[in-house]
């Protein structure tokens, strides 16, 4: 098989309800994001945007990035991300 029509088949797939007894999509995926600058802040609030997910956590080393990201975040959602400057807490 080659490699193209391997990723077609995957493609396809993905577009498949899901099979077998009880088989459900989630109601809701909470997410959070991990750098929040460029493409961390177009991700968050693309997600944020996006219905059936919430993003619940920012997590940046530099917390001057929060109040503008987690604005747009809580503009696309209706709610307000948690902000995390450390991960390991």
Do not use: I, N
């Amino acid at each position: 098989m080659r490699r193209r029509h391997f990723l077609m088949g995957l493609g396809l797939a993905s577009t498949l309800p899901p099979r077998g007894a009880g088989a459900q999509s989630p109601q809701r995926v909470t997410l959070g994001v991990m750098g929040v600058r460029g493409r961390g802040r177009s991700l968050a609030e693309g997600f944020a945007g996006l219905p059936g997910v919430r993003v619940k956590y920012l997590c940046d080393v530099d917390p001057s990035s929060f109040p503008s990201v987690a604005a747009g975040v809580e503009k696309a959602q209706g709610a307000a991300p948690k902000l995390v400057a450390d991960f390991r807490r």
